[in-house]
C-alpha cells in the first residue's frame, strides 16, 4: 500500500492553502523512451513541482480506457493504463509526492462510462437477454447490470436536456446493437451515463473510491457532476436526486478517509455551482466557471465590470469550502457560462481562426490567447493568485508553452512537456515520430528556445516569476482565506479589491487597460497605515483620510500589504514568540508535512531577531533548509539546521542554526536563562518549546566530541566532518567537561568549556578556506608562535560540487578579561566623549 499522509499533522482545510498543478500524465516525462509519458517520469519531475511551489498534483484520467476522449472513456476503474506503467508504479508516485508534500488529486468519472467498459458489456446482454424475455444461462451474472445504465425503447424521453456536444451529437440517445435499445448519454455517444436510480450503481462508486483512497490519494474530481439523475419535464441538470447522492458519497469518504476532498466539475452559473458545496456536506471545492472567461473578457473590454458583475451574483459559500480557481478548464476555454452575445464577442476577439473553436469553448493555451503578452500573462495570473479559491495551473503554463490546434479535437494543447532544446523537448529519447504527439514548433513558441532549461537560467523568465508569485501568494492566508471586498474608484479601467484574514490586509490594483492609468481608492478607514508593495517590500506614501491616488503602467498590477501605523509598529516592536500545532516531534516539525511553517513564519522570525544575523538592513524574500544534520542518534537529540535565505536586493546566504525540543523542567530552564533562544513554542504539548541549541549542555558536548573524535555524520546530501589537530593530546577526547554560552554580541556564537577550550559556530557559511581557521591551525602545528589561542580543531560541512565549508572551530582558551568587541566599543565611547567635552 501507498503511503498515506501523517494524518495526525494535517490540516482538515488543506485544500484552502493548496496551489494545484494540473497535467496529463502521458504529457510531462516519458521515462522509457517509448513516445509517451509515464508515472515514473513524473517521479523524476516532481523536484521540479516542488520547486516551483505548486502543493498539490491534479492528474487527469490514467485508467484503461479506448481513449476517444482522452481518458474520460474508463474501461476499468480499478487498474491504470498500461502504456503509463503499473499500479505499482502510481503507489510508487503517490510515496514520492506525498514525501515531497505534494498531495494527488485524481479523477472520478461517475457519470459515464466507457462503453468498452465491463459494466456495459454486461448491461446490453442483461438487457437483450430481458428483451427476449428469457435470461440465457450463457449471460450468468450480467442480470446484476441490467440496471447500471439507462435505457429506454423510445429516443422520446427527457427531450428538455441539452445536446452538450452539438460539434459531434444529435441526441442524448444512440442506440446498441445488441440491446436492441436505445441508451443515455450526455456527452459522447460512445460514453453511456451510469444509472444512479440503481442503488448498485451507489455501492459500485463507493468501492472505486475505496480503492483509491486507501492507496492514498488525497482527492477526487467528480467529473460531470450536475448530469447524475434525469428526470422527465426537466433539463436533467443539478436535480435534488444530485445533492441528496453527493451527500451520502461525502458521508462515506469522510467516515473511511478523513482530510480527503471531493472536487465538483460543476460547468453552472454560480447559484446552481455553489450548491454543490451543499451546507458544506457535499464536495469540499468546486470550480468557479463563470468568473474564467469573464477575467478574459474583462482585459480585453479593458472594464472591470464582468468580473466584478460575476463575483457579486456568487453567493457566500460554508466555512469549510472553498472555490476552485482557474485561467482555463484544462485544454480549453470553455464558454458555457456566458450569454450568446458574450461568446460571440469571445470568439471574435480571442478565436478569430475557426479551427481555434471546439463545441462551445477556444481550445488555445494561455500565451497564445493573450497574443504572447508577458505583460497579459502576468496580469492574468496575478489576478488568479488574487481572487477568492484555491488556483489551479496547467502543464506548461509556467512557461508560456504554445499550442497547435491543427492537431484535432483538444490535442492542441496537450503536447508534450517542453523541458529543453533537445530533441523532443528533452521529454523522450524517442524517434520523434513515435511521440504520441508531435512537439510545439511554432516558430514563437519553439520548444528550443520555450522551454524549462532555457527558463531556469533566466531569472527574468516567467518561469520564476510563477515561482516567485507562487511564494509571495503562500506568504499570506488573505489569499486563500480572507474575504473580498471591492474598491470601486472611478476609473472603470482600474480592478482594486481588498483581501483580509485576521491581521492581515491586501490591497490588490489592477490596470485592465494597455494604457498607462490612474485611480484614487477610498481606503479612508486605513487611515495611518503604510502600503508595502510585497514583491519589493518597498513603503509608499502613507495613508490618510482622503482619497489614495495611484498610478499604474500598462497591465501593471501591484499587491499591497498594509502595514500598521508607526506607534503601533513601535508598540509591537518586541518580538512575538510564534506557536506550532504540529506534535513536539522534529521528525515531523522537519518532515514536508510541516517544514513549509518552519520555512516561511517560524525560522525567519527567529534569524531577524538574532543578534548573529547580520543582514537585518536586507530586503528578506524566503528561506529555505536545504540539510538538518542529527548529531546525535538519539530521537530527542539536536539538529543542526543548513538553511538558505534568498534577499530581493543581496546574494543568497547560507546560515546554520541548531535546534532542539525541550519539556517540562527543561523548557522552563531555557526560559528562565535564555528567553531569547526560544524558536517556537507548541501548542497543546505540555510547554514543550524549539530553541536554540547552543544553550543545551549536552549539544555541546557532542560538537567538541564530534571534532575530537573525527566523528563523520551523514546527512541525505551532506556530511559533517571532524578534523581535530595532530597535537591534540590523548586525553583531551574525553575532556568536553562543563560548558557556558560566551553571551557577548557577536556574528557567531561562542562557547566555553571548563574554561579549557574554546568553540565557535560561525552562523554565516561560505564554502572555501575559511582563513581564521585556516591561520590558527597554520600558527600551531606549523610554528612556534605562542601569541595565538592554540588550534584544537575543526567541523566542515562537506557537500558533492562544492568546496568544505568551516562550522565550529575548537581553540584552546586564553583567560582573558573580556572580549575585543567590548573593548572596542568602550575605546570608541571614550574617544567620543573627549571630542564632546
Not at 494543447?413 to 514548433?441: E, H, K
Not at 530581493?648 to 526560559?671: F, N, W
Request: proline share 5%; net charge negative; hydrophobic share 40%.
Amino acid at each position: 500500500m501507498a503511503q498515506e499522509p501523517n494524518d495526525t499533522s494535517i490540516d482538515p482545510l488543506w485544500y484552502k492553502d493548496a496551489i494545484i498543478y494540473e497535467l496529463h500524465v502521458k504529457t510531462f516525462y516519458d521515462s522509457d523512451g517509448n513516445g509517451m509519458g509515464d508515472f515514473r517520469g513524473l517521479i523524476e519531475k516532481l523536484d521540479y513541482l516542488q520547486d516551483l511551489g505548486v502543493t498539490a498534483i491534479w492528474l487527469l484520467p490514467f485508467y484503461p480506457s479506448p481513449l476517444r476522449d482522452d481518458g474520460y472513456d474508463i474501461a476499468d476503474y480499478f487498474d491504470v493504463n498500461p502504456t503509463f506503467g503499473s499500479l505499482n508504479d502510481f503507489r510508487a508516485l503517490l510515496d514520492a509526492a506525498h514525501e515531497r508534500n505534494l498531495r494527488v488529486i485524481t479523477e472520478l468519472v461517475i457519470n459515464h462510462t466507457s462503453d468498452q467498459n465491463p459494466w456495459f458489456q454486461k448491461s446490453r446482454r442483461a438487457a437483450a437477454a430481458a428483451a427476449a424475455g428469457a435470461i440465457e444461462p450463457g449471460y450468468g451474472g450480467d442480470i446484476a447490470y441490467k440496471d447500471f445504465y439507462v435505457w429506454s425503447n423510445t429516443p422520446e424521453k427527457y427531450k428538455d436536456a441539452r445536446i452538450i456536444f452539438k460539434d459531434f451529437e444529435t441526441s442524448n440517445w444512440a442506440w446498441d446493437p445488441v440491446a436492441k435499445a436505445y441508451y443515455w448519454h450526455r456527452f459522447y455517444s460512445h460514453q453511456p451515463d451510469l444509472n444512479f436510480e440503481n442503488p448498485a450503481v451507489h455501492d459500485a462508486v463507493e468501492k472505486v473510491c475505496d480503492f483509491w483512497l486507501s492507496m492514498g490519494v488525497d482527492g477526487l474530481r467528480l467529473d460531470a457532476v450536475p448530469y447524475l439523475y434525469e428526470r422527465e419535464d426537466s433539463n436533467c441538470e443539478n436535480l435534488p436526486e444530485t445533492h441528496e447522492y453527493l451527500r451520502k458519497l461525502r458521508a462515506h469518504v469522510d467516515a473511511k478517509f478523513p482530510n480527503r476532498v471531493l472536487l465538483a466539475e460543476a460547468n453552472q452559473w454560480p447559484e446552481d455551482a455553489a450548491a454543490y458545496f451543499g451546507k458544506g456536506d457535499e464536495s469540499q471545492m468546486s470550480f468557479h466557471f463563470p468568473l474564467m472567461p469573464r477575467m478574459f473578457m474583462a482585459l480585453q473590454m479593458e472594464d472591470r465590470f464582468p468580473i466584478i458583475d460575476i463575483l457579486e451574483q456568487t453567493p457566500s459559500i460554508p466555512e469549510n469550502c472553498q472555490w476552485a480557481m482557474f485561467l482555463r478548464n484544462h485544454d480549453e476555454l470553455t464558454l458555457e457560462m456566458v450569454t450568446d452575445e458574450e461568446r460571440d464577442y469571445m470568439y471574435r476577439v480571442y478565436a478569430t481562426d475557426p479551427h481555434a473553436r471546439i463545441n462551445l469553448g477556444i481550445r488555445r493555451r494561455l500565451a497564445p490567447l493573450l497574443a504572447n503578452s508577458r505583460r497579459k500573462i502576468e496580469l492574468l495570473n496575478t489576478l488568479l493568485f488574487s481572487m477568492p479559491g484555491t488556483p489551479i495551473v496547467y502543464y506548461g503554463d509556467e512557461i508560456g508553452m504554445g499550442d497547435n490546434f491543427y492537431l484535432g479535437d483538444r490535442n492542441g494543447c496537450r503536447t508534450p512537456m517542453q523541458w529543453s532544446p533537445d530533441r523532443n523537448a528533452g521529454f523522450s529519447r524517442a524517434n520523434p515520430q513515435q511521440l504520441y504527439l508531435p512537439v510545439t514548433i511554432d516558430p514563437e513558441y519553439h520548444y528550443e528556445a520555450v522551454n524549462v532549461e532555457n527558463q531556469q537560467k533566466n531569472l527574468s523568465s516567467l518561469l520564476w516569476w510563477t515561482r516567485r508569485v507562487i511564494a509571495m501568494r503562500k506568504n499570506f492566508k488573505a489569499f486563500s482565506r480572507g474575504s473580498l471586498e471591492f474598491l470601486n474608484p472611478d476609473n472603470a479601467k482600474v480592478l482594486a479589491f481588498l483581501r483580509r484574514w485576521e491581521n492581515e490586509t491586501i490591497v490588490v490594483v489592477a490596470n485592465l487597460s494597455r494604457f498607462a492609468q490612474s485611480a484614487e481608492l477610498d481606503l479612508s478607514r486605513f487611515a495611518g497605515y503604510v502600503p508595502m508593495e510585497v514583491f519589493s517590500r518597498n513603503l509608499f506614501r502613507p495613508i490618510r483620510k482622503s482619497r489614495y491616488v495611484i498610478t499604474l503602467g500598462p497591465h501593471a498590477y501591484y499587491w499591497f500589504a498594509l502595514q500598521a501605523p508607526t506607534d503601533a509598529r513601535r508598540a509591537s516592536k518586541k518580538r512575538v514568540v510564534p506557536t506550532i500545532k504540529a506534535p513536539a516531534d522534529l521528525d515531523i516539525l522537519l518532515g514536508n508535512s510541516q517544514r513549509e511553517q518552519l520555512e516561511r513564519e517560524i525560522l525567519p522570525n527567529y534569524v531577524r531577531n538574532s543578534r548573529w544575523f547580520g543582514s537585518k538592513a536586507r530586503t528578506f524574500r524566503d528561506l529555505k533548509v536545504i540539510e538538518q544534520l542529527a548529531i546525535s542518534p538519539d530521537r530527542d537529540g539536536a539538529r543542526l539546521l543548513f538553511v538558505e535565505l534568498n534577499y530581493l536586493d543581496a546574494p543568497t546566504e547560507t546560515y546554520a542554526i541548531p535546534v532542539k525540543i525541550a519539556s517540562g523542567e527543561a523548557a522552563r530552564q531555557v526560559s528562565q536563562s535564555a528567553s531569547h533562544a526560544i524558536i517556537a513554542h507548541f501548542v497543546d504539548s505540555g510547554g514543550a518549546i524549539l530553541f536554540d541549541a547552543i544553550w543545551d549542555t549536552t549539544f555541546r558536548s557532542q560538537l567538541f566530541e564530534a571534532i575530537v573524535q573525527h566523528q563523520a555524520i551523514k546527512g541525505e546530501v551532506s556530511d559533517l566532518v571532524g578534523l581535530a589537530s595532530d597535537k591534540l593530546e590523548p586525553d583531551h577526547l574525553l575532556a568536553s567537561g562543563k560548558s557556558q554560552v560566551f553571551g557577548a554580541e557577536q556574528s557567531n556564537s561562542s562557547m566555553l568549556f571548563d574554561n579549557g577550550f574554546f568553540l565557535k559556530l560561525y552562523r554565516k557559511l561560505e564554502d572555501g578556506v575559511n582563513p581564521d581557521v585556516e591561520l590558527n591551525r597554520f600558527l600551531t602545528e606549523h610554528t612556534q608562535f605562542p601569541n595565538v589561542p592554540a588550534f584544537v580543531g575543526a567541523l566542515e560541512y562537506r557537500r558533492t560540487k562544492a568546496e568544505p565549508t568551516v562550522v565550529c572551530l575548537l581553540q584552546r582558551a586564553v583567560a582573558s578579561e573580556g572580549d575585543v568587541w567590548t573593548l572596542t566599543v568602550d575605546a570608541i565611547g571614550r574617544y567620543y566623549e573627549r571630542v564632546l567635552e
